[in-house]
């Protein structure tokens, strides 16, 4: 089969080290890019349903143990509540030493805000990867194009000439670097923001469970919510009981 020669095949077969080394970079960006799209896809759907078990299942348990077992393993909210298991834990073991210098209050609060904080800077990881692909690929394919073009001239230049089909080849093939940079771009652009607004929202029902907790630490009882007011204004869940 004849290969076209204003194809793909015809760039990499015709072009040089700088040509072959900018669309090698560019198939690096795409598949850099489409592995962190797709894995945290995937992750924000794991942490969507741990979501939902925090502000349903966990409420609807009787004691704290029973409570964290329905959030499962290995996601922040999980993490936050056992943050705050083990700072109510320690503060109870230790009210000689802890009482007169902070209160449980501020113990609990110090606690859970340092597992939010970790949970926000993990599900940050790979984010600037996004940011990067898409902001430098379109760049880099037109210095494909540039170099591309460049190395056409030069050639036309040296033969004399100068008609359609001799100038059509090289600058079609150069003009794909900068149809390349923006097919790496385009969806690293949107796989960003997308994925800004899931974290936005994931972080927000953090601070929301965080903030029920602490309530239920210190003062036995959730934070005002529609099913707290569903259940006359108390949570199932027993902080004295659980502890």
Same mark, same amino acid.
């Given at each position: 089969?004849?290969?076209?020669?204003?194809?793909?095949?015809?760039?990499?077969?015709?072009?040089?080290? $700088?040509? +072959?080394?900018?669309?090698?970079?560019?198939?690096?960006? /795409?598949?850099? /890019?489409?592995?962190?799209?797709?894995?945290?896809?995937?992750?924000?759907?794991?942490?969507? +349903?741990? /979501?939902?078990? *925090? &502000?349903?299942?966990?409420?609807?348990?009787?004691?704290?143990?029973?409570?964290? %077992?329905?959030?499962?393993?290995?996601?922040?909210?999980?993490?936050? *509540? +056992?943050?705050?298991?083990?700072?109510? /834990?320690?503060?109870?073991?230790?009210?000689?030493?802890?009482?007169?210098?902070?209160?449980?209050?501020?113990?609990?609060?110090?606690?859970?805000?340092?597992?939010?904080?970790? *949970?926000? &800077?993990?599900?940050?990881?790979?984010?600037?990867?996004?940011?990067?692909?898409?902001?430098?690929?379109?760049?880099?394919?037109?210095?494909?194009?540039?170099?591309?073009?460049?190395?056409?001239?030069?050639?036309?230049?040296?033969?004399?000439?100068?008609?359609?089909?001799?100038?059509? &080849?090289? $600058? &079609?093939?150069?003009?794909?670097?900068?149809?390349?940079?923006?097919?790496?771009?385009?969806?690293?652009?949107?796989?960003?923001?997308?994925?800004?607004?899931?974290?936005?929202?994931?972080? %927000?029902?953090?601070?929301?469970?965080?903030?029920?907790?602490?309530?239920?630490?210190?003062?036995?009882?959730?934070?005002?919510?529609?099913?707290?007011?569903?259940?006359?204004?108390?949570?199932?869940?027993?902080?004295?009981?659980?502890?």
């Amino acid at each position: 089969m004849e290969v076209s020669p204003y194809g793909l095949e015809s760039l990499w077969a015709q072009g040089d080290f $700088v040509t +072959k080394g900018v669309a090698v970079l560019l198939l690096a960006m /795409s598949v850099a /890019s489409w592995y962190v799209i797709v894995t945290k896809a995937i992750q924000l759907l794991r942490l969507s +349903k741990a /979501s939902d078990a *925090a &502000g349903h299942q966990f409420w609807d348990t009787t004691s704290l143990p029973e409570g964290v %077992a329905t959030l499962g393993t290995d996601n922040p909210f999980a993490d936050v *509540a +056992k943050a705050g298991v083990t700072a109510m /834990s320690h503060h109870t073991a230790h009210k000689g030493h802890l009482h007169d210098q902070l209160s449980v209050s501020d113990w609990v609060t110090l606690s859970l805000r340092q597992a939010i904080d970790e *949970a926000s &800077g993990k599900l940050q990881t790979g984010m600037a990867v996004l940011a990067s692909v898409g902001s430098t690929a379109p760049f880099v394919g037109l210095f494909g194009t540039v170099w591309g073009i460049y190395h056409a001239l030069v050639s036309i230049g040296t033969t004399g000439q100068a008609s359609i089909d001799k100038v059509a &080849g090289p $600058v &079609g093939e150069a003009l794909i670097m900068t149809a390349l940079g923006l097919a790496v771009a385009i969806p690293a652009t949107f796989g960003y923001n997308a994925l800004v607004r899931g974290n936005k929202t994931i972080i %927000a029902k953090l601070n929301k469970f965080g903030f029920d907790l602490h309530a239920l630490f210190v003062t036995g009882a959730r934070t005002a919510s529609e099913e707290s007011e569903k259940n006359g204004g108390k949570a199932k869940l027993s902080a004295v009981g659980g502890a």
